[in-house]
């Protein structure tokens, strides 16, 4: 008795095209790098025509953006999302424990579409886009730390915001070399001292 293999995502045909799609340009951009793919591979490993692409995305650097967001952590996103209803310093020592420890993000795929906005304005400008949101999400909630006292209002919450993105771009270089990594507990440690550090200082009684 024979079996079928099961289809891949991208020639699943009950999957959306633009589910297809995503899930053909993550396996390319994977192996041939940014530069090196071309819509019409892309399309092939879907299964679909090159049309199928430029009936739901302007081009490849859009493409890249929607594979980067498909193979990035959904708890992440979701963190983010949610950041308004949370507690200052417990989104930031969760987002801290997410630097190093979130072995669900695909890091080479972004780090390869970093390197390629280079030479690609389109693509550049969607992950200055990409960023923005995050960083504008990111300095309300150092805003909102500076108001309940988890972050010293003396503090420039432009320049936190800063050091905590370029925090994050570096970790992604390290968990993408797959250097030595330290105890998950020993790193929460670290981030709470480096967060009582931030905290205004208490207020001397009178």
Known sequence: MTTTAPLTPALDPTRTTRERLVDAAIEVFREQGYEGARVHDIARAAGLTTGAIYANYRGKAELMLDAI????????????????????????????????????????????????????????????????????????????????????????????????TTLAMGALVVRTLDLPLPDPQAWDALVARLLDALAAPEQESS
Do not use: Y
């Open 69 to 164: 967001t498909a193979s990035s952590s959904a708890e992440l996103d979701s963190l983010l999302r949610d950041a308004p209803s949370l507690a200052p310093r417990d989104l930031l020592e969760t987002l801290g424990s997410h630097l190093l420890h979130n072995r669900r993000v695909d890091r080479p795929l972004l780090l390869e579409a970093v390197v390629a906005a280079r030479h690609d304005p389109s693509l550049a400008a969607l992950l200055h886009e990409r960023f923005a949101e995050r960083s504008a999400i990111l300095r309300n909630v150092v805003e909102r730390g500076e108001r309940d006292g988890t972050i010293d209002p003396a503090l420039d919450p432009d320049a936190l915001t800063v050091f905590t």
